[in-house]
């Protein structure tokens, strides 16, 4: 059975209002211990409980205590979602209805990235309904917010259920044409979000992508054009060990993961798919992941401080140094800077139609002398194990003489 508990997170200032505003916390809990918690602000996940194959519990997801935490760190977007247009608009503008849209540029005066300077992840969304399995949070963007056209109504509903399940579900409608990209950031650590870098590195990962989106210059704004992952780093179609495939990174010029996977060019938010799985091997933890989104952002916290280089470090939950590789984030989306590609999945929505994203952890353990086997030797081992269950078969033996019993001395004291 699951159940909400409300309480309050803490006061942070309104960005529309400029008001003091109390945050208030929702912890969803199931039957099996599996619990979320979700703050207002940002509409971010601040935790993810869940136990190992140990029965152990433990946080798998970075962020903080309190708002002072989320605020001072807001350029690394723990947990949050973000919007309107997820990810970059190059040059701060695009062609809509014959026409030019101009937004603000937050990035390098040039660009706008993830909704320009008070995104979907500085908004205090207001409570739309507490249901028994989860909450809906609710924002209404402005016509002209940011740049962008229109007033978008904006659902996000977080629910669990008893199959270890965590949905995130975006609905959204316009009462004018605008482009609608939205999608939530959070880091994990499947190993609990205190064991570091050594614990991301023991983590077994699959993503199902033939395909990376190139990009191009310091901006790394997209070509428009698609690259096979084949006898590279990207190819993760087979297990491998995260730690193997980020020290391969040392050699080039990025430090680890930061890219875009194109899941599906033809791009229908009916169908959900499965896209991943990622493994903590030592815990049995393990999250499967589907979406229906076309696109996946996935990055292993590069850009976090670097201990090598004594730079000062992220002060997380419980007091946690946050540095370089410490986890590993998922993004689900549409292509970026779609807005400018016409050949991407459509970005934009009309009055009338209606804006879809769903996004679905399956949690789950495996027992952790399974986490290194593959699934024929699992059955291998299982056989050899019958067998050695199985009592021998006694031979057929002739009968013979009745061995008599030799008398035994008995001793006094």
Request: aromatic share 12%; hydrophobic share 35%.
């Amino acid at each position: 059975m699951v159940k909400v508990v409300e309480d309050i997170f803490g006061i942070a200032t309104n960005p529309i209002t400029k008001q003091a505003q109390v945050v208030r916390r929702y912890t969803i809990t199931n039957a099996n211990r599996l619990s979320v918690a979700i703050i207002q602000l940002g509409a971010t996940v601040q935790s993810i409980q869940t136990p190992d194959a140990y029965h152990q519990l433990a946080d798998v997801v970075l962020g903080f205590d309190d708002i002072a935490g989320y605020t001072k760190n807001r350029k690394y977007k723990f947990g949050c979602t973000l919007g309107r247009v997820t990810d970059v608009v190059a040059n701060g503008e695009f062609i809509m209805d014959e026409r030019r849209i101009i937004v603000s540029k937050n990035l390098n005066q040039k660009h706008q990235v993830n909704g320009g300077f008070v995104g979907f992840d500085q908004i205090i969304w207001d409570l739309h309904m507490k249901r028994p399995d989860g909450v809906t949070l609710r924002h209404i963007s402005k016509d002209g917010h940011e740049g962008f056209p229109g007033n978008l109504y904006v659902l996000i509903h977080f629910t669990i259920d008893d199959d270890n399940r965590f949905f995130i579900w975006i609905e959204g409608t316009t009462d004018q044409t605008t482009a609608v990209n939205i999608s939530n950031h959070i880091y994990f650590n499947l190993a609990g979000q205190k064991t570091g870098k050594r614990g991301i590195f023991d983590h077994q990962i699959t993503i199902e992508a033939t395909e990376t989106m190139e990009s191009m210059g310091d901006d790394g704004l997209p070509t428009g054009n698609f690259k096979a992952v084949d006898d590279s780093v990207y190819d993760i179609r087979l297990p491998v060990f995260l730690g193997d495939r980020v020290r391969q990174f040392e050699k080039q010029k990025v430090t680890g993961y930061d890219v875009f996977y194109a899941l599906d060019k033809e791009f229908d938010s009916n169908i959900t798919r499965y896209i991943a799985r990622f493994l903590h091997s030592h815990s049995g933890r393990f999250i499967e992941l589907y979406s229906n989104q076309p696109c996946m952002k996935f990055s292993t916290a590069n850009n976090f401080p670097q201990q090598p280089l004594g730079e000062e470090p992220i002060l997380g939950k419980e007091c946690t140094r946050y540095w370089q590789h410490c986890g590993f984030s998922l993004q689900l989306q549409n292509y970026p800077d779609a807005v400018n590609q016409p050949e991407f999945p459509r970005i934009f929505i009309n009055p009338g139609e209606h804006y879809f994203h769903e996004t679905v952890y399956q949690f789950g353990v495996q027992e952790s002398w399974k986490c290194c086997a593959d699934p024929n030797e699992i059955s291998e081992l299982c056989e050899e194990s019958k067998e050695k269950l199985e009592p021998e078969p006694k031979p057929d033996l002739e009968p013979g003489p009745v061995p008599v019993p030799v008398p035994v001395k008995k001793t006094g004291f």
